[in-house]
């Protein structure tokens, strides 16, 4: 998609209110938005409840179609579909992580709780074939969860290697490699070197160039070869990595640093997500959400040796408080969701207009 002679608008299609608390996280429901299917999207917050979200045919408009409560006990702080769809998992401050299945009459039900945390869990994460599950919380711990049978969970694997809070897990799109990212300012890649023998294959730290901050969150491109992640630093840090080596069995490729994006933000950037197109979002503590795309022409403020990244559009003031997470939806591949601590949940289409483009900073 070209990105250089088109000016883009991030219009806000949609305020969705419900929640009493800060939301803090969303997830759109895979297979949904297409073939007649209508788009769902969960979203959690700090009302202890997870709300989903379903488009209306005749309207397009999202409606609240369902509220999963009365199973976490305080703040829920993430929630992540399986592949298919089938599950919701959902992480909070009760330390417990909990699976909801869909069942015939379109409600849902907690068919599985998964204690093993300390304290707060922070980040869940499918495998892209839904038979693994990864946590992580303040208690410094990764965990990696098994789907052994319908409805059953078991824990195979807990990865010690953080020395602080993990504040996400993310598994490649593409090979079942595990990325976590921490107070520590360090990303962390887990792989399965035997059977269930997780181990931490390399630690992207201030040495490889990464990030003298918390690093709140990472987010990876279609084709898993390259990442992003953001910060307290105030910085985007692209990373990038030979996958086909790993993929054809020649051993683990090492991630390495491409290139930086700083002077953009001037408060902690808190969410990133890579869209299918190729569309870098970030959401942070100045309520405003940023779009950045590769660059073609190489017109960056710092030229680096790699590919070089552009502001194409910054929504000012886009909530009334801290944007906490932003999420491309799957299939309408320029709509993005965004949550805040102002309670509520916007929807937005990224559309072109004519006129001037927007500055390269």
Excluded at 175 to 184: A, E, P, Q, R, V
Aim: charged share 25%.
């Amino acid at each position: 998609m070209n990105f250089e002679d088109d000016n883009f608008e991030l219009n806000e299609v949609q305020r969705l209110e419900g929640h009493t608390d800060r939301v803090w996280s969303l997830a759109w429901k895979p297979k949904s938005g297409v073939d007649g299917v209508p788009a769902v999207l969960a979203s959690c917050s700090g009302d202890k409840t997870v709300r989903i979200w379903e488009q209306s045919s005749p309207t397009g408009s999202f409606q609240c179609k369902a509220v999963l409560e009365d199973i976490h006990t305080r703040t829920v702080r993430t929630c992540s579909w399986s592949p298919s769809g089938k599950l919701l998992a959902t992480g909070s401050f009760d330390a417990t992580t909990a699976i909801w299945e869909e069942n015939a009459e379109g409600d849902f039900v907690c068919v599985s709780t998964l204690e093993g945390h300390e304290n707060e869990v922070k980040s869940v994460a499918w495998n892209r074939g839904g038979t693994l599950l990864a946590t992580c919380g303040r208690d410094k711990s990764v965990w990696i969860w098994e789907v052994v049978a319908p409805n059953e969970v078991e824990c195979i694997s807990v990865l010690q290697g953080h020395t602080q809070d993990v504040k996400m897990v993310q598994w490649n799109p593409v090979m079942d490699h595990l990325f976590s990212c921490s107070y520590d300012n360090t990303i962390k890649v887990w792989v399965d070197e035997d059977v269930d023998d997780w181990q931490c294959a390399q630690t992207l730290n201030e040495s490889f160039s990464g990030h003298t901050s918390t690093v709140w969150a990472l987010s990876f491109n279609a084709t898993g070869d390259k990442m992003v992640s953001c910060s307290d630093d105030l910085t985007i840090k692209i990373w990038g990595s030979d996958i086909e080596q790993t993929l054809l069995g020649d051993g683990y490729a090492h991630w390495i640093h491409l290139c930086t994006l700083s002077g953009y933000h001037d408060r902690t950037i808190f969410s990133v997500h890579w869209s299918r197109e190729g569309i870098i979002s970030t959401g942070a503590a100045d309520d405003a959400i940023r779009l950045f795309v590769e660059s073609k022409d190489g017109s960056v403020e710092e030229k680096v040796d790699g590919p070089t990244y552009r502001l194409l559009h910054k929504k000012e003031k886009a909530h009334d408080m801290d944007v906490n997470a932003v999420q491309w939806s799957h299939t309408e591949h320029r709509r993005l969701a965004s949550a805040s601590d102002d309670g509520t949940i916007k929807i937005w289409e990224l559309v072109s207009s004519p006129g001037k483009k927007d500055a390269v900073l």
